[in-house]
């Protein structure tokens, strides 16, 4: 779990969950890097997947106007990915990214154990429900 200069307890995401079930959340994401550019979600493309970004910037885009910068700590994807409907957004590396990669499967399997985890990823969907950054 190389966080580089983050560390989970640091990450607003996690302020209410036990070490146990942050190491759970890390041990079921796959930790990549992409580089500045590379576009992690596509407007109107299935919710395969979510992430968490751990250092790096990154734009959100309604229709290719920026709505959104998130950074680390931030989840992408999971709006889609709870409700069950195509992305609303494109997010978009702004610089290089280091990220936790959740299948679909293994992001519904986090959300359905860990109720703390759930509840906090459902409190960032109605925050972003607000600005409409939610990809």
């Known amino acids: 779990m190389a966080l580089g200069r983050t560390s989970p307890l640091d990450l607003p995401l996690f302020a209410e969950l ?12 796959e930790e990549v890097s992409v580089p500045a550019g590379w576009s992690l979600i596509l407007e109107q493309t299935p919710p395969d997947a979510a992430y968490l970004i751990l250092s ?3 734009a959100v ?8 910068e998130l950074g680390p700590g931030d989840i992408a994807g999971e709006v889609a990915v709870r409700q069950n409907r195509l992305r609303t957004a494109t997010v ?10 959740f299948t679909r499967e293994r992001f519904d399997d986090l959300t359905n154990r860990l ?7 459902d ?11 939610g990809a």
């Open 61 to 68: 885009r309604v229709k290719g106007e920026e709505i959104a």
């Open 123 to 133: 409190a960032t969907i109605a925050e972003r429900r607000g600005d409409k950054s």
């Open 92 to 101: 978009t590396a702004k610089s290089r990214l280091q990220l936790l990669h």
């Open 18 to 29: 036990s070490g146990r079930e942050i190491k759970d959340i890390f041990r079921a994401g």
């Open 56 to 58: 790096g910037t990154a």
């Open 115 to 121: 109720p703390n985890f759930r509840d906090a990823i």
